[in-house]
């Protein structure tokens, strides 16, 4: 657990030494001063370009070189579960220049991954019953389409691999989890006898499976394995917490890591691509999301505590394997997503208030070092931040309103 002392406590106490009383306290306002010094740190938010949408902006995407994609909603749903609006997605550069668009039809809820090569991966609701695993080039064209029980797909970092897991309802009553080449190859199709699971990738395209093990409608336990790309199961291994995991994968100096949390469990496990435990913290929540930085020096934990009801926020130092800080507000009731800017100074944060969370949302820029805020931007209406890829700017979006912001001190 990651405990802010106060000073005045840690210090001041009754176990001090009157001879030793003096240095201390100069050490205090010494220590006092640089503390103060680091909070008010102060930076300039610029604005970079401001577009104001005719529909609403449903999602962001970014690809490489700094290059984003936004979509909009065209039409309405006249019931929740039927699927009759167009999107169309606009391309644009940092700057605001408008790169290319292209249109999409027959699709209801979705979400995009916009790949480095200008191709967009796109995952949809086609009815109540069927949603789609579709890729299409970079000129919109409809390049192949799999049929995807509507859970999120994972694209393998270098792009050559999507595993997607298949949770059928009904008179099918199967699950399975899939693995696809960028090409819409079927490499490979393995039944999962167990639920939940999750799934996720490496970079290199082997498949993370957490399976719940149970026995007569009772779970008994856990198992991590790691699948090769051919589909052969490289290692397994038992997992201690009979528990729903949260699961991620990242890179450290070319070493492919992942990185699971129990769900409601006070921990962390960091694993090896050889399935050795790399690092295990016991903390004061469990992980719902992580943001990495490029550099893959610092990876941001986003946590949930249910023993006091709170959220919270983690900076951990991968190399040194140690957690840095940890932050929390009582003003949030929950961090929804968190990126690290390209010179790993600053980290902006999503959050939603605890009052009325349906009215307003805010986006808080922290400071890597210490987690001290540097600024808020309050929205009325909800509103997503997120750095740009390979960039210190970042772009806002709230409704149909896109606000991209450069940051200087």
Request: net charge negative; glycine share 6%; charged share 30%.
């Given at each position: 657990m990651?405990?802010?002392?106060?000073?005045?406590?840690?210090?001041?106490?009754?176990?001090?030494?009157?001879?030793k009383?003096?240095?201390?306290?100069?050490?205090?306002?010494?220590?006092s001063?640089?503390l103060?010094?680091?909070?008010?740190?102060?930076?300039?938010?610029?604005?970079i370009?401001e577009?104001e949408?005719?529909?609403e902006?449903?999602?962001?995407?970014?690809g490489?070189?700094?290059?984003?994609?936004?979509?909009?909603?065209?039409?309405?749903?006249?019931?929740?579960?039927?699927?009759?609006?167009?999107?169309?997605?606009k391309f644009?550069?940092s700057?605001?220049?408008v790169l290319r668009?292209?249109?999409?039809?027959?699709?209801?809820?979705?979400?995009?991954?916009?790949?480095?090569?200008?191709?967009?991966?796109?995952?949809?609701?086609?009815?109540e019953?069927?949603?789609?695993?579709?890729?299409?080039d970079?000129k919109?064209?409809?390049?192949?389409?799999?049929r995807?029980?509507?859970?999120?797909?994972?694209v393998?970092?270098?792009?050559?691999?999507?595993?997607?897991?298949?949770?059928?309802t009904?008179?099918?009553g199967?699950?399975?989890c899939?693995?696809?080449?960028?090409?819409?190859?079927?490499?490979?199709?393995?039944?999962v006898?167990?639920?939940p699971?999750?799934?996720h990738i490496?970079?290199?395209?082997r498949?993370?499976?957490?399976e719940?093990?149970?026995?007569?409608h009772?779970?008994?336990?856990?198992?991590?394995?790691?699948?090769?790309?051919?589909?052969k199961k490289l290692w397994?291994?038992?997992?201690?917490?009979?528990?729903?995991?949260?699961?991620?994968s990242?890179?450290?100096?070319?070493?492919?890591?992942?990185?699971i949390?129990?769900?409601?469990?006070?921990?962390?496990?960091?694993?090896?691509e050889?399935?050795?435990?790399?690092?295990?913290?016991?903390?004061?929540?469990?992980?719902?999301?992580?943001?990495?930085?490029?550099?893959?020096?610092?990876?941001?934990?986003?946590?949930w505590?249910?023993d006091?009801?709170?959220?919270?926020?983690?900076m951990?130092?991968?190399?040194?394997r140690k957690i840095?800080?940890e932050?929390?507000?009582?003003?949030?009731?929950?961090f929804?997503?968190?990126?690290?800017?390209?010179d790993n100074?600053?980290?902006l944060?999503?959050?939603?208030?605890?009052?009325?969370?349906?009215e307003?949302?805010?986006?808080?820029?922290?400071?890597?070092?210490?987690?001290?805020?540097?600024?808020?931007?309050?929205?009325?209406?909800?509103?997503?931040?997120?750095?740009?890829?390979?960039s210190n700017?970042?772009l806002?979006?709230s409704?149909?309103r896109?606000?991209?912001?450069?940051?200087?001190?």
């Amino acid at each position: 657990m990651v405990k802010t002392i106060p000073i005045e406590e840690n210090f001041l106490g009754g176990f001090i030494k009157p001879m030793k009383r003096k240095i201390i306290l100069t050490l205090v306002m010494v220590m006092s001063f640089s503390l103060v010094f680091a909070q008010e740190k102060e930076v300039k938010l610029e604005k970079i370009w401001e577009k104001e949408f005719e529909e609403e902006v449903v999602g962001v995407a970014f690809g490489s070189e700094e290059e984003i994609a936004l979509y909009e909603k065209q039409g309405k749903f006249p019931h929740p579960r039927t699927v009759v609006f167009k999107s169309k997605i606009k391309f644009f550069d940092s700057e605001g220049n408008v790169l290319r668009e292209i249109s999409l039809e027959k699709i209801g809820y979705h979400r995009l991954n916009l790949l480095s090569s200008g191709k967009v991966l796109r995952e949809g609701m086609k009815s109540e019953l069927e949603y789609n695993l579709e890729l299409y080039d970079e000129k919109g064209n409809l390049v192949w389409t799999k049929r995807n029980m509507g859970n999120e797909s994972f694209v393998s970092g270098d792009e050559k691999y999507i595993v997607t897991g298949m949770r059928m309802t009904g008179a099918e009553g199967k699950q399975e989890c899939v693995l696809y080449s960028i090409d819409g190859e079927e490499i490979w199709r393995k039944k999962v006898e167990t639920y939940p699971w999750m799934v996720h990738i490496l970079y290199n395209g082997r498949v993370i499976l957490v399976e719940l093990i149970t026995e007569e409608h009772k779970t008994i336990g856990a198992r991590l394995t790691l699948i090769d790309t051919d589909g052969k199961k490289l290692w397994s291994k038992e997992l201690a917490e009979t528990s729903d995991y949260y699961v991620f994968s990242t890179r450290l100096e070319e070493n492919n890591l992942m990185v699971i949390s129990p769900y409601g469990k006070q921990k962390i496990y960091i694993y090896t691509e050889e399935g050795s435990l790399l690092w295990e913290k016991k903390t004061t929540g469990y992980v719902t999301d992580l943001s990495i930085s490029y550099d893959s020096q610092y990876a941001v934990f986003l946590c949930w505590s249910r023993d006091d009801k709170r959220y919270f926020v983690q900076m951990m130092d991968l190399k040194g394997r140690k957690i840095v800080w940890e932050r929390t507000n009582p003003e949030f009731i929950n961090f929804d997503y968190a990126s690290i800017s390209q010179d790993n100074k600053y980290i902006l944060l999503e959050s939603s208030p605890q009052i009325a969370p349906q009215e307003k949302k805010y986006v808080v820029l922290l400071d890597v070092r210490n987690g001290e805020i540097l600024e808020e931007i309050r929205m009325t209406d909800s509103v997503f931040g997120k750095f740009i890829s390979g960039s210190n700017k970042f772009l806002l979006k709230s409704g149909s309103r896109i606000l991209v912001q450069s940051i200087s001190e």
